[in-house]
């Protein structure tokens, strides 16, 4: 199993706080020393839909200007993306056959099932 986030986050950080206490074995992965390149981000786009890995509601979304703001196609986002991490929603967690996004209790429900 593999994490995918930024230390400093705080979702980030509740994830890998309750995935160690629940016995997950996982490796985390840095956006910020390992930024993921357009290949593994359109995986995660496939399996869980570009509204959901795009992360509209950050800060870094709010600072872009309104032109890239308007962008629709999937690869200029994906792009976008693999250029700037912090648009991708965290944590992404990878377990063999499957993307979770985000850390809710649906997606905790989903990792213990």
């Known amino acids: 199993?593999?994490?995918?986030?930024?230390?400093?986050?705080d979702t980030v950080k509740k994830a890998r706080t309750w995935m160690t206490s629940e016995g997950?074995?996982?490796?985390f992965v840095d956006f910020k020393k390992v930024p993921p390149?357009?290949?593994l981000i359109k995986t995660w786009v496939d399996a869980a839909g570009?509204?959901?890995?795009?992360n509209k509601r950050g800060t870094t979304w709010r600072k872009l200007d309104d032109a890239t703001k308007a962008i629709t196609d999937e690869t200029q986002l994906i792009q976008l993306m693999s250029e700037q991490p912090s648009l991708i929603k965290r944590p992404i967690i990878e377990d063999s056959d499957r993307i979770e996004v985000g850390f809710t209790?649906?997606?905790?429900?989903?990792?213990?099932?």
């Open 105 to 113: 209790a649906d997606v905790q429900a989903a990792l213990k099932s």
């Open 50 to 54: 570009i509204d959901k890995v795009l």
């Open 1 to 9: 199993m593999k994490v995918y986030g930024i230390p400093n986050c």
């Open 24 to 27: 997950f074995a996982f490796d």
């Open 37 to 39: 390149t357009p290949s």
